[in-house]
C-alpha cells in the first residue's frame, strides 16, 4: 500500500532518527524522535519507553516530569491491551488500538481511570523485544477531536519500525549507561581511596600478597582493607566481590 507522506515530511523524519541516534542522554534522545515521529504519522503525541517482564514499566519523559507518564508507569500500564499483549508472547507487535480493544472499551477500568481522563483518542503501538527480559515500545497518540489511524497509518509505521527498534536499542543502551554511572558513582562514594585501589588490584588478579608488595603494606592490611570492601558492597566472598567490582567497572 502506497503512502501519501510527502518527501519534504519523512525527509524531517530522517533528519530526526538522525539526530536521535546522536543524543547524549535518553531524553535528549526521547525528544528528538518523538517530534520527528509525530510528524510522520500527524500524531498529537508519540511516547517511547521499556516494557520488562518482571512487571515494570519506564516511560521516558521528553520535556520534563509528566503526571500522565509517571501515573501510567506506577501501575496503569498492568492494564494497557499493549502491555497484556507484551506479557503473552514473545513476538514483536505493531498494531492500531483497534485491534486489541474489544466493543467495551470504553467501560474497562483503563478507559476510565487512564484512557478516557488523559484525552486520548486512537493510537498505534509497536513493542519491540530487545533482550530476554525488556523490550521498547513506542505510541503514536491521537488525542479526542482528531481522525483514528487508518490503513496508510499503520502501514507508514511499519515501513519505518526498523529505523525505530534501533533508536530504542540505542535509547536502552543510554539508560543503562546512566544507571551504570550511578551504580559506580554509589560504590565509590562507599570505598575509600585506599580500598578502591585494593579493589582494582584484584580485578588485575592479585591477592593479598601480591598486593601488599605493590602497595608497601603488609598483607594483614590488605586483608582488612578486602574484609571493608566486601562490607561495603555487601558481598561475602572473592567471587561476588570480582563480579561486583566488574558490574560497578571500577577505574
Not at 535518553?26 to 500527524?42: C, H, K
Not at 534501533?166 to 558513582?185: T, V
Amino acid at each position: 500500500m502506497q503512502s501519501n507522506v510527502s518527501l519534504e515530511r519523512f525527509g524531517r523524519w530522517s533528519g530526526g532518527v538522525v539526530a536521535a541516534a546522536m543524543a547524549a542522554t535518553p531524553e535528549e534522545l526521547s525528544a528528538r524522535f518523538t517530534a520527528a515521529a509525530s510528524g510522520l504519522l500527524g500524531s498529537d503525541r508519540v511516547y517511547v519507553g521499556f516494557y520488562r517482564r518482571d512487571i515494570t514499566s519506564l516511560t521516558i519523559d521528553d520535556a520534563g516530569p509528566d503526571r500522565w507518564n509517571r501515573h501510567y508507569d506506577a501501575h496503569i500500564y498492568r492494564q494497557d491491551p499493549f502491555f497484556q499483549r507484551f506479557a503473552s508472547t514473545r513476538r514483536d507487535f505493531l498494531l492500531p488500538l483497534s485491534a486489541l480493544r474489544n466493543g467495551d472499551f470504553q467501560r474497562t477500568p483503563y478507559y476510565r481511570e487512564f484512557y478516557g481522563p488523559s484525552d486520548s483518542f486512537d493510537e498505534i503501538t509497536g513493542v519491540f523485544n530487545l533482550d530476554r527480559l525488556t523490550a521498547g515500545y513506542v505510541t503514536f497518540l491521537r488525542r479526542n477531536g482528531a481522525a483514528p489511524f487508518g490503513e496508510r497509518d499503520v502501514a507508514m509505521a511499519c515501513a519505518t519500525s526498523s529505523a525505530t527498534r534501533l533508536i530504542l536499542e540505542r535509547l536502552l543502551h543510554l539508560c543503562r549507561s546512566r544507571d551504570k554511572d550511578i551504580a559506580i558513582g554509589d560504590a565509590r562514594s562507599r570505598l575509600s581511596r585506599r580500598e578502591t585501589e585494593i579493589a582494582r588490584h584484584l580485578v588485575d588478579g592479585g591477592n593479598a600478597k601480591t598486593i601488599s608488595r605493590s602497595l608497601a603494606i603488609s598483607p594483614g592490611t590488605v586483608r582488612n582493607h578486602i574484609k571493608q570492601v566486601y562490607r561495603k558492597l555487601g558481598v561475602h566472598s572473592q567471587v561476588e566481590l570480582l563480579a561486583a567490582i566488574r558490574e560497578a567497572a571500577l577505574d
